[in-house]
């Protein structure tokens, strides 16, 4: 079965940095990937997708600090945060999309499976 586990989240100072990991398993050829993350009281939101050939897609609100890269290979992907702040304090999921699809877009209806998540926390 597939499994998407998270790592490498954590409380870190704001203008610090991260690096997410996404372990991935069970995926039956190499698929759509893509972050997503969840504030305290809001909806989940998209950060972004990154196809099966590295090329990755942002959502507008995270253009700039989130670089989005994977290793085929290891069946791993990760998510750079620079800078931090303290709006980024969320939940970080990774998704992997159920089937080779034409387009990597980061919106949750092209993916079907889910990590646990990673807890980024920022403090000011």
């Known amino acids: 079965r597939v499994q998407l586990v998270e790592s490498g989240g954590g409380s870190v100072e704001s203008g610090g940095s991260l690096r997410l990991s996404c372990q991935a398993s069970?995926?039956?050829?190499?698929?759509?990937l893509g972050w997503f993350w969840q504030a305290p009281a809001k909806e989940r939101e998209a950060v972004g997708a990154?196809?099966?050939?590295?090329?990755?897609k942002y959502a507008d609100s995270a253009k700039g600090r989130f670089t989005a890269s994977r290793d085929n290979d290891k069946e791993v992907m990760f998510l750079e945060i620079k800078n931090l702040k303290p709006e980024d304090n969320a939940m970080y999921y990774c998704?992997?999309?159920?089937?080779?699809?034409?387009?990597?877009?980061?919106?949750?209806?092209?993916?079907?499976?889910w990590g646990q998540g990673t807890q980024v926390t920022v403090s000011s």
């Open positions: 998704a992997a999309a159920g089937g080779s699809w034409p387009s990597c877009e980061p919106h949750e209806e092209n993916f079907d499976f």
């Open positions: 990154i196809d099966t050939n590295g090329r990755p």
């Open positions: 069970g995926l039956p050829y190499r698929v759509c």
